[in-house]
């Protein structure tokens, strides 16, 4: 195994250092010089950060890929959203596999190697989006570690044939069973999470559900997850993604919930939207409940936002968090870091030894300076390989 | 006067033009190849956008000049922010003058000729900042038009002297008298707006009072800053700036608040934070209201966010007012475009015949695709010359 060296870096903006490299992982992160003879590349004293971690996005869907801009006209109800983009795909021939692959290879470019990709299953498109996905997640093997979820965008219970679906698509390879809105959209919340739940007991996987509802109601469906969590024993197995509800209930609910959230080891995937209520990151990390980043959709139909950066992404929670401190910030960048992989069960990651040598250096002077300026990654480094330099991918 | 042609360029995203320029000032856009052997420059096919419009910044506070990155850690309330602020300026000796001038020179680079920047007058600084940044107005004349609000950041009421000084501040130059939060930090609303509306009589000059009060006690202040516009004949001269209250008000209450500011000409500048309730964009252009758009500061003791890109803050004001559609994201183009040059002022704004030709070139499909990709800005014009070609300044 070759051993290289990154010299005078600055790991999350501290004191100069060395950090070595085998066998695709951190060997050593050490102030003095690397042997003579060993290869090595000068950092130039730019700041180091581990790898990002995207925990939120739909890379299907997007149209970065597209020749043409897609002008957006839908209307503003989440069901108007759901329908207008299943058809559009259907209509189009809208191809996941380009879209997914494009859409990655530009999160590395920016410094992403891992990802939590929520992938769409439902009676028109079937498991096409999900086998494209999975080829996409192939061809990254290696640079990027790309996790699908079997996402119902559609419901299970309104269309017949969705549970088979999502059965066919965890058994394809897909790592997580997705669920949505159990009572605004599904309208019968028990019937929803039991076939949720069920699909991940009999695949052995867990659960990220997508939870838009708001106020009381989305805390009545929450309530139901953390159920089930229980009872199946699927502590620290499951994700709930937006948990909007968290953002507008009464704080003495709230914090009961993230207690019971905290107990359990359920995460919240957030992408801290500026025009709703969301749950507050402090008041997360005080409960002990794992919070983390994604941008949710990127240039689709959806929404014209987003960006393969997640440095963009920890500015966007900051702002909605009014995170001024640097320490607050460091918290913004913790949620598409640590508590990014923590919440996904990305492995060994961090900037230490042992870890996956995936790497991002940045011209800043401190990490609040990379979030606020997101400066263009001078080198990423994936799996102890150089992928992309200035933001641009290596051949 | 010599005339140059612009031409292939796609104004708003539209069919490719060719745009005229005489004497500073766009003499023509129209479909047809410029006469031969007058000097013309390829636009490339890209998009066209007049010059952007900063309505709310600070460009006397900011920090992005500075060799060290200024670490953050003020308290939560607004009182800390400003106390923090005096304290710091005082003790290093921050220069306004070579703050306000990188960071309108940042500005121009990225598209933005025209500026209004709050300027603080206080008992510390004195009109220190307020003859700084006049330097850096007239450093850029013919550059880039800046107004100067004089702005009484540590209040008036509490300081004394601070009365005369925002006198000696509009005698010597600054545009606009500031005011700030009459109940919440002045504490005495009546004598507050009573000074800053009789400096502005005294002066004849208009009003941009910085209202971050919530609720009914910040809709109270806009009803006396209301009650004194049309008792004083100032209609279409007063600008409140945040009025976040508008945010957070009953809709009846906002809606009959709006239709008195839409009768007297008052406009709204906001910033559109995340983390606060704002004046909904949509809901104010519908009552006849101006509402344009700002940064508030950028890098500063307040805030380590903020950028000179006005595409950028065009995207936050969408991301806020939830402006998915493309013509929503037009809204808030417009917000640091036409509604701004209306809100503060700015005269001759816009692409067409007889307006400042102040242009910026970007390679974008569509103006929502300008604002959510933010591009370099390939050629920037103001006043009929180049000032910056990819997002740098000519010499």
Redesign the interface.
Known sequence: MTTWHLTNVRPMGGAAATVSITGGRIAAIAPAAPPAGEPSEDGRGMLLLPGFVEGHTHLDKTTIHLP??L????GPRIEDKIDTEREWRARTGHDAGAASLALARAFLAAGTTRIRSHVDVDTVGGTRHVARVLETREAMRGLQEIQIVAFPQSGILARQGTERLLDAALAMGADIVGGLDPCAIERDPVRHLDIVFGLAERHGKPVDIHLHEPGTMGAFSLDLILERTRALGMEGKVVVSHAFCLGDIAERERDALLARMAQLGVAIATT?????PVPPVAACRAAGVTIFGGNDGI?DT?????SPDMLERA??I?????F????E?ALAFDCVSAAGAQGCGFSDHGLLPGARADLVLVEA??L??A??ARPVRRLVVSAGRVVARDGVLSA
């Open positions: 043409d801009w002008v957006n006209a839908v801290a939207p500026a025009s709703r240039r959806w929404t014209p936002y987003g500015m966007l900051g702002l909605r968090n009014n001024r401190r640097d320490d910030v002077r401190t609040a300076e979030v606020v």
